[in-house]
């Protein structure tokens, strides 16, 4: 099993909060993947942290220690047929949620999010939360 990991997941984790931390350790870290969209806003929301230079130290580390899946071709075909599908039923989620989304569908992982409300409506998306 690949698990993709949601920004707020590992957010929780680098925080101590919640369960994830102690679920990270009992995963293999070769089955440990954090989508390309999420390294983005992780990124992001380091530049705008109180810490920037020691949020992004901490976030290159594990960066580096775990598979950044690529937005590719095949993610955004997915992507664009969610977007798709999901309007046409009145179901839309977010414009980064549906990156996110695609990218676990196109790989075949696990997204590990706590913002299951969110990625419940996408058909066919293995979602947990390990918070």
């Given at each position: 099993?690949?698990?993709?990991?949601?920004?707020?997941?590992?957010?929780?984790?680098?925080?101590?909060?919640?369960?994830?931390?102690?679920?990270?350790?009992?995963?293999?870290?070769?089955?440990?993947?954090i989508p390309a969209v999420v390294a983005y806003e992780l990124k992001f929301g380091a530049l705008r942290s109180g810490n920037p230079a020691g949020r992004r130290r901490d976030l290159e580390r594990l960066l580096e220690a775990v598979r950044v899946l690529p937005f590719d071709e095949a993610c955004a075909e997915h992507a664009a047929d969610l977007r798709f599908q999901l309007e046409q039923a009145g179901k839309s989620i977010g414009p980064m949620d549906v990156l996110i989304a695609g990218t676990a569908l196109a790989n075949g992982a696990r997204l590990v999010t706590h913002n299951l409300r969110e990625f419940e409506r996408v058909p066919g998306l293995k979602a947990e939360d390990w918070y």
């Open positions: 099993m690949i698990y993709a990991l949601d920004s707020n997941v590992v957010i929780h984790a680098m925080k101590g909060m919640g369960n994830v931390a102690a679920k990270l350790a009992r995963v293999s870290p070769d089955q440990i993947t």
